[in-house]
């Protein structure tokens, strides 16, 4: 690590949404040829952070600074000029044009008449992918590549321009280990150059493999650097969830009902395999893992989304088949989705629709809708719930994101199920909701609904679960007693860090 | 307070704006030309646009579940075809050639239903491969002639399309019936219900248990019905038809549905809205007719309505007048 | 890797393969089975088969550039109408008559003018309102059909003028100009596609519109050229036509959009923009008009191409979905 001046700086970055400060001053620097980790929990404002940077969001006060140049990012393409990269977690390609064109796209050399200088396109190029070492060329159409030669084209256009920040958002989420190495390869080549790099990641292995030094992030607040020599897992653990000793537990004692659900060594292809679990009327099981663990991928199988490719569901000890959902409904399943606005709400619906929607047609009156049987049942969860709403007639798009998941619940409880999943309660809502929704998570356990919690957050399946569940990689490495577990084994169950495979 | 006033006015103005628009229209034209809502005139607009009226009746189903259907034109050519050949062989007679017209007419609807609800292809490319195959079943089933009615003094197939009931010209009574009738089943019943979301966020639908693909194929075949209905009024009322006597009109329906507000991405528009929409279209027509001008001009006027009222839709929607794009 | 290239070679090939078949089968059905006395694959008959394919297959060159880009036309066959019919009374204004001859390449460029005009105004109605182009040409459908019978009400336009016939008839090697307009605009446009930075930047945009405004690409100014293409191309058809036919009727042109569209669909261009080519599209137009010649040749009935094509079309999607599947993994949504 070369010592001079930052080649990023940014002080006391602040940006509020409505009812939530994603950002509250958030500082520090990354100098060049550096390898600097970016962790939090998910929702402790990273994904923020990047979209200020790259100019998607304007922040509400706080300075960027460019080799301590002060600069206004005033959208993507600013963040360019300024040499400010970003390899996403998402894709941003046209997968029908060529790898040249996709690296240089919006920057196509010219000839006479508008033509495209496909030689000097292509020698640029191959020159780029020469140091990268990739097994395709500038020829190459995108959509041909596998996703990991897919992210060498993103990281191929950071290249093209004079960097001094790249930004790697959860790079390995997608890529098999062989791939892995190659990404790594190319980072340290970056680094040899002088880049500095931001490395966002959940996998501590990676992290402390990588990178030079971290900086955590704790809803929205930054809370410190250290220098990865000089430091550990553990402690960085504590910093990301703060609370870690006297972090809220579950210690309820509840009486337990028989198993409600059990599922024997299910699998779908490769999303999940050999998922073995039971849980109890009167219990909350939380899942835990990183996104693309394949948790959302059971529920979807349990709520018959998806097809089981092999394994078994029980309910109430009966072997069950579930087709669809309409078949899971009937069964006593009910699914609050993963996605709110995508697969949970139809946001131009008002609320009392959005929440009667899957009984809408038990709630008749002769062949009409009843407008009284559907009130009753909207005026009853929304009094239970304490949704906030203007009136029943408030098109649900207009809410906030609290209520809207409280919609949401609403319409599934209602459904009066017996085994209740619900998909990353508290994503995108402000903090008081969320408590809300982690007490009335408890409160149904305690009226015998089994109850089954899947999130990122770890202080929200040690709050509200009874047994924990963590996956990694498609897989149930471990199952852990809420009370028991410390966060340091979890973290490494869901980081697929060796030797904790149950 | 003023602000407040000004806010929800301007919220009546966007969400009923075209209601607004067509009183406006009324009222002016009224004005300058009181004949104009005179009763026959009133009869007289609504009758002659009771046949795109119906059709684009079944469209807003369509439409509101988040699909197109661009095959109504040339299945309305069918299936007046198909009625007045019935018609006339001895076999079956007026009585039989209605309900076996109504019969193939709702298999050509199944088929588009099929397609586009349990297989989900593409609607716009569908039923774009329907009109042209429908075109081409018409011409192969009519053997490329015009059809007519031979005795027509010897039948009572004329009173769908010439008959009055009530002193109200039938073809106005049964499209205010069907109007009347498909509005209720869509505002009030649990199927419309689920068309709305369907149309409005089909994934989210199906995360409800929603059964998608049935409710695609519905609209569809209520689209046919409609579609056969206005195809017997249109061979009853000229007692005869040519094979391409729908072409073009599937664009002409769509118009009307996206005029009465109808988005093209679904999940909202509703039965009263469409019939504003086919009302306006006919109203402007007669207007002008009146105004000394050509039927003609009208198609210039309904373009710069149209374009106007899916505008100020997107823009008030947006908060601004003009796109962001670059 | 092999996998997708070979996938996409299936898919660029099919629509060839499919025209190689119909040869084969008319030809074979003709012969054996006695159903026509002369060949099929017969170079008048070919000749004459990209000529009558011009029209449409001019316009259809514009819809697959329009398409690539995202959006869809469904104004064009208005726009040809109008223009031939700006083109046939023009030649009868008294200073153009007074000109003679010399008002031929006069009237050809008001036609080609109120083409790319009317496209230019679709195009800045979609940028500048943001409304969606299947609207804004729906709308434009009908104004500008409205616009062809104000011009001259409901009756035909004509101009007779025998050099313009002779040039329209007139050949090089076999191929009268329609044909060979139509081939030179294959041509042009195909270089413009593949070879030019804005013909790049368009499928970029149908393609990842996101990405391509994030890397700076001007989305408006791209869709506005290209309409003002798709109404230039179909005012260019209605010259190619209308010069040898000297009359429009003001219906004509009617269909042409969904024709466009078929033609387009069929060659492999995809409706959400991003990938499509025009030699694609070219073995549409070809494949439709083969299809309509091979049923006449073999004595079936000609009204039975519209149930074929119309078949054909949906089986090519259906085809192409399955050809896209991902299997046992997908989410049942």
Redesign the interface.
Known sequence: MTDHTPALRLEGIVKTFPGVRALDGVSFSVLPGEVHALMGENGAGKSTLMKVLGGIYQPDAGKIFIEERETEMRG??EA?ANGVMFIHQEL??????SVA?NIY????P?KS????D?ATLYSRTDAILEKLKVGFNART?V????IANQQMVEIARALTVDAKAVIFDEPTASLTDAEKVVLFDVIEGLKAQGVGIIYISHRMEEIFKMTDRISVLRDGEYRGTLNTAETNEDEITQMMIGRSLDISRNVEQVELGPVALRVENLS????FEDATFEVREGEVLGFYGLVGAGRTEIA?TL?????P?SGQIYLKGEAVKIT???D??AKGIS?V?ESRK????????NCR?NMT??Q??D??AG???SDGAEISIYDQYRDRLSIKSPSWKTAVGNLSGGNQQKIVIG?WLSMQPEVLIVDEPTRGIDVGSKSEIHNLLRGLAKQGYAVIVISSEMPEVLHVSDRIVAMYHGRIMREFCATEVTEDSLIQAISGIEGTAA | MADQAMKSLGSVLARQGILVAFILFMVSFTLWNPRFIDIDNVFGVIRSSAILGIMALGVTFVVIGGNLDLSVGSMLSFSAIVVLDLHENPAFGPALAIPAMFAMTLCLGAINGFLIGYLRLNSLIVTLGMLSAIHGLTLTYSGGQNMDIANQNETWFDVFGRGEALGIPVPVLIFLLLAAFLGIVLAKTPFGRKVYAVGGNGTAATFSGIPRARVVFMTYLISAFCVATAGLIQASRTMGAQNTVGQGMELEVLAAVILGGASLLGGSGTIFKTVIGVLILGFIQNGLLLAGLEFYVQFVVTWIIIILAVWLDIATKRGKLWSPIA | MQNETLKRLIKNGAIWAFIVIQLVFFEVAGRWWSLSDSAFMDLDNMLLLLKQSAPIGIIAIGMTVVMINGNIDLSVGATYALAGIVMLDSMNWPFMEAMGDAAIPLAWLFALFTGAILGLINGVIVWKTGVDAFIVTLGAMLGYRGLVFMYNGENPTYHLNWTMVDFAEADILGLQTPALVFIAVVLIVWLMMTRTVHGRNAYAIGDNREAAVNAGIRVGPHIVVNFVLIGFLAALSAVAFYSGSGSVNPNDGMLFELWAITAVVLGGTKLAGGRGSIIGTLGGVIAIQLLRKGLGHIGADTETVNLVIGTILIAVLFLDRQLNRKGAEELKV
């Open positions: 993507p393409l360019k941003s390609l046209a997968e029908e044009l064109e796209l919006g920057e196509l010219r008449f508008g033509r495209v496909w159409l959509g041909d590549l596998s779908c292809g490769h999303l979807e709520f018959g989304l998806r097809k490719t669809s959902p309409i899971a409904i699914l989705p995508e697969q949970g709400l139809v946001l131009g619906m629709d929607l899957p809408v047609g709630l008749t062949p009409f809708v319409k």
